[in-house]
C-alpha cells in the first residue's frame, strides 16, 4: 500500500461540478486500492454535493494537512480556502474561482515539493478565477508558470491522441502565430510524449492543414505550402513519422485518424470539436512538463451542477490515465538510464563489469 502512487485532485469551481464527479468517484472505495488520493478542497462544499447525490455511499474522509500525512487506502483530504464559503450551485461566483485558485495552488506546491506524484483538476471557471493572483487563461498556463517545461495540450482517449498547436487564443490569431519553428517544435513535442508518456516506440503523427481543402494548393491560402509543409518535411528529416498536412474534415470523417498515433491540430477547436464528439468522457493532458497533470475534457457544467446528474466517467478516466502516465515516465526514465543493463535483465540475467569482452590487444 505504501507504494501506492499520491494523486492530488483539486475540487475546481465550487459552482461547478467538480465535487459531484469527485464524490460520485471515490463512493466506490475500490479506487483506493489503485492510488492513495489526496484532494485539495473545501469540506463544506464536498457536505454540500454530498446530499445531493443520494444514491451514491457517502465519502469518508481522511482529513490531513498535507499529503506528507496521506494514508494509503483513504479518501484523504487537505482543506483549502475560505471556511466560510457560500455555494451558489449552478451560478457563477468570485467566491467559487477564489476557491477553485486556492486548491491549484495548495495542490501545485505539493506537486513540486514530491509529496504528491501527479495532478489532476477538477474544472475552472476562467472567467471566476481572473484576479491579481491568478492572471491566467486556464490549468495550462498555469501550469507553465509553475512547472519546467513548455506545455503540450494533448486530449487523449483509446481512439485518438489529439495535441494543439495553438491553445487559448483567438481564432483570428491562429494564422499569425503559427510558424515552421512552432510547428517543428509541437511535433517534437509530440513524438517524446508519446514515446515516454505513452510507450509507443516509432509514434505515427498526423499533422492538420490550417485552411480548408488544405489550402487548395494555395488558393484558400498559403500556409499550408509556407509554413506547415515544410514543417512536416524537417521533422520527417529528424527521423520523426510526421504526415500531412491533412484537411481536417475529410481526416476525420473518412476515419483517417485511426491510422496514426498521435494528431496535430492547428487551433483548439479544430482538434477538440472531433475529439470531443468521437471520443466522449476523454482526458486533457498536459504534455512536455516535468510533472503530469491531466483533467477531463468537460468544463464546469453550471446548467447541471448541483442536480445530482453529472457524469463521472471523465474524471475517473483522467485518474487512471494520471497513474498510467506516471508509471510510464518512470519505466522510460529507468530504460534510458543503461539501456544495455536492462536488455540484458530482460533476457533474464544482470550484466555486470565481469561479463563485458575484453578489449585489450596485445600486438
Same mark, same amino acid.
Given at each position: 500500500m505504501s507504494n501506492r502512487l499520491k494523486i492530488g485532485i483539486t475540487q475546481g469551481d465550487t459552482n461547478g461540478i467538480g465535487?459531484?464527479?469527485?464524490?460520485?468517484?471515490?463512493?466506490?472505495a475500490r479506487l483506493t486500492e489503485l492510488c492513495t488520493p489526496?484532494?485539495?478542497?473545501?469540506?463544506?462544499? @464536498? *457536505?454540500?454535493?454530498?446530499? %445531493?447525490?443520494?444514491?451514491?455511499?457517502?465519502?469518508?474522509? =481522511? #482529513?490531513v494537512e498535507s499529503a506528507e500525512y496521506a494514508q494509503?487506502?483513504?479518501?484523504?483530504?487537505?482543506?483549502?480556502?475560505?471556511?466560510?464559503?457560500?455555494?451558489?450551485?449552478?451560478?457563477?461566483?468570485?467566491?467559487?474561482?477564489? @476557491? *477553485?485558485?486556492?486548491?491549484? %495552488?495548495a495542490a501545485i506546491e505539493e506537486l513540486k515539493e514530491g =509529496? #504528491?506524484?501527479?495532478?489532476?483538476?477538477?474544472?475552472?471557471?476562467?472567467?471566476?478565477?481572473?484576479?491579481?493572483?491568478?492572471?491566467?487563461?486556464?490549468?495550462?498556463?498555469?501550469?507553465?508558470?509553475?512547472?519546467?517545461?513548455e506545455p503540450l495540450m494533448i486530449m487523449t482517449s483509446e481512439l485518438m491522441r489529439v495535441g494543439l498547436a495553438t491553445i487559448h487564443i483567438p481564432v483570428s490569431r491562429v494564422a499569425e502565430a503559427l510558424s515552421r519553428e512552432l510547428i517543428v517544435s509541437r511535433i517534437e513535442q509530440i513524438n517524446t510524449s508519446m514515446r515516454?508518456?505513452?510507450?509507443?516506440?516509432?509514434?505515427r503523427i498526423a499533422v492538420l492543414a490550417l485552411n480548408p481543402h488544405a489550402g487548395d494548393g494555395g488558393l484558400l491560402g498559403q500556409e499550408e505550402g509556407e509554413i506547415i509543409k515544410p514543417a512536416i518535411v524537417e521533422a520527417f528529416e529528424n527521423d520523426i513519422l510526421a504526415f500531412g498536412p491533412f484537411a481536417a474534415d475529410g481526416f476525420f470523417a473518412s476515419g483517417q485518424y485511426k491510422?496514426?498515433?498521435?494528431?496535430?491540430?492547428?487551433?483548439?477547436?479544430q482538434g477538440l470539436a472531433p475529439f470531443k464528439t468521437l471520443t466522449p468522457n476523454g482526458v486533457n493532458y498536459t504534455a512536455s512538463l516535468s510533472e503530469v497533470r491531466t483533467s477531463p475534457d468537460h468544463g464546469v457544467a453550471y446548467d447541471i451542477a448541483g442536480k445530482g446528474i453529472a457524469n463521472e466517467e471523465s474524471m475517473r478516466n483522467t485518474i487512471y490515465e494520471a497513474i498510467d502516465i506516471v508509471r510510464r515516465r518512470r519505466e522510460w526514465e529507468e530504460w534510458n538510464e543503461n539501456p544495455l543493463q536492462h536488455f540484458e535483465r530482460e533476457k533474464g540475467r544482470d550484466i555486470s563489469i565481469k561479463d563485458l569482452p575484453d578489449t585489450e590487444h596485445n600486438d
Open positions: 465535487w459531484e464527479v469527485i464524490l460520485k468517484i471515490f463512493a466506490d489526496i484532494i485539495y478542497g473545501s469540506s463544506t462544499a @464536498a *457536505a454540500f454535493y454530498q446530499k %445531493r447525490i443520494k444514491e451514491y455511499e457517502p465519502v469518508r474522509f =481522511n #482529513i494509503a487506502g483513504k479518501v484523504n483530504l487537505v482543506e483549502c480556502g475560505s471556511k466560510e464559503l457560500y455555494i451558489t450551485a449552478g451560478t457563477p461566483s468570485k467566491a467559487g474561482g477564489e @476557491a *477553485a485558485a486556492a486548491a491549484l %495552488r =509529496n #504528491i506524484d501527479a495532478m489532476v483538476t477538477a474544472p475552472i471557471d476562467k472567467e471566476m478565477i481572473q484576479s491579481e493572483e491568478f492572471p491566467f487563461t486556464g490549468h495550462t498556463e498555469f501550469m507553465a508558470k509553475e512547472l519546467d517545461g515516454q508518456d505513452f510507450g509507443i516506440v516509432r509514434p491510422n496514426y498515433d498521435a494528431i496535430l491540430a492547428m487551433y483548439h477547436d
